[in-house]
């Protein structure tokens, strides 16, 4: 069942006239206040960020992880990086963040991003919260040019991947007051998105809030998925429909 809520409204803490230009830039882009967290922000994304070769992977490799709340082993952080509020983002061991990726939280301090070990973040690849959290469990592979979103809850078990171009949840607003502007309107929570384990979804496929998608499931590329998915099924077309299984009578 959907529910309304006020969440993280960025419009809001931008339009906020009791905070300056450089605590909005701080409080939307560092996700924290103070000298230190902003130093450290600025100088390595701007002497390290743009910094292509192995030159750049090595440095970045040193020093990229003093901007995350926690880093394992062996992290890859591919140039052009952008990143919101990274000291709530977690990753594990052997996390690759490919060329132009763009993670971003915005809300309460109990929730956070976390990427498992083996992580694949893909170029030009999203993930991004917005008063919710992101749980990316390990050896999850997200294919490039894709959007993973919530404003509640998305959680996605080990060994699934992600085609390219996939949009996975995102931020919905209600628009039942057309007298009001949607973007005014308050943010619809649909219980957010879970995606069991080994789970693979083609190119170009949208997974939409509020859906569970059973272990080991395939959605087929340029479905629609608007509603919850059994374990092992086959679904294709839009909006998804079951169309096989995985499973077998001698399984």
């Given at each position: 069942?959907?529910?309304?809520?006020?969440?993280?409204?960025?419009?809001?803490?931008?339009?906020?006239q009791r905070t300056?230009?450089?605590?909005k830039y701080q409080d939307t882009v560092i996700g924290q206040?103070?000298?230190?967290?902003?130093?450290?922000?600025?100088?390595?994304?701007?002497?390290?960020?743009?910094l292509?070769?192995?030159?750049?992977?090595?440095?970045?490799?040193f020093f990229y992880p003093a901007l995350f709340g926690a880093a394992g082993k062996n992290p890859v952080f591919g140039h052009h990086l952008a990143l919101r509020g990274p000291h709530r983002i977690f990753l594990g061991d052997n996390v690759m963040l490919d060329e132009h990726v763009f993670l971003s939280f915005r809300g309460e301090a109990e929730q956070s991003i976390c990427l498992g070990s083996n992580v694949l973040i893909g170029r030009y690849s999203q993930v991004r919260a917005r008063g919710g959290e992101i749980l990316l469990a390990d050896n999850v592979s997200i294919g490039a040019f894709c959007y993973l979103g919530t404003a509640s809850q998305l959680i996605v078990g080990e060994h699934s991947l992600f085609g390219g171009n996939c949009?996975?949840?995102?931020?919905?607003?209600?628009?039942?007051?057309?007298?009001?502007?949607?973007?005014?309107?308050?943010?619809?929570?649909?219980?957010?998105?879970?995606i069991g384990r080994d789970v693979w979804i083609g190119a170009h496929a949208v997974v939409n809030d509020g859906v569970r998608i059973g272990d080991g499931a395939v959605v087929g590329?340029?479905?629609?998925?608007?509603?919850?998915?059994?374990?092992?099924?086959?679904?294709?077309?839009v909006p998804a429909k079951v169309i096989g299984s995985r499973q077998t009578d001698n399984q």
């Open positions: 069942m959907s529910s309304q809520h006020q969440k993280y409204r960025f419009h809001e803490v931008m339009q906020d300056s230009a450089l605590q206040r103070g000298l230190l967290p902003l130093l450290r922000h600025e100088l390595l994304t701007l002497l390290l960020g743009p292509p070769g192995l030159l750049g992977l090595g440095l970045r490799r949009y996975i949840g995102g931020i919905q607003h209600d628009f039942s007051d057309p007298g009001r502007p949607i973007a005014e309107q308050p943010l619809v929570d649909r219980g957010g998105i879970v590329a340029n479905a629609v998925v608007t509603k919850d998915i059994p374990p092992f099924a086959i679904v294709a077309g």
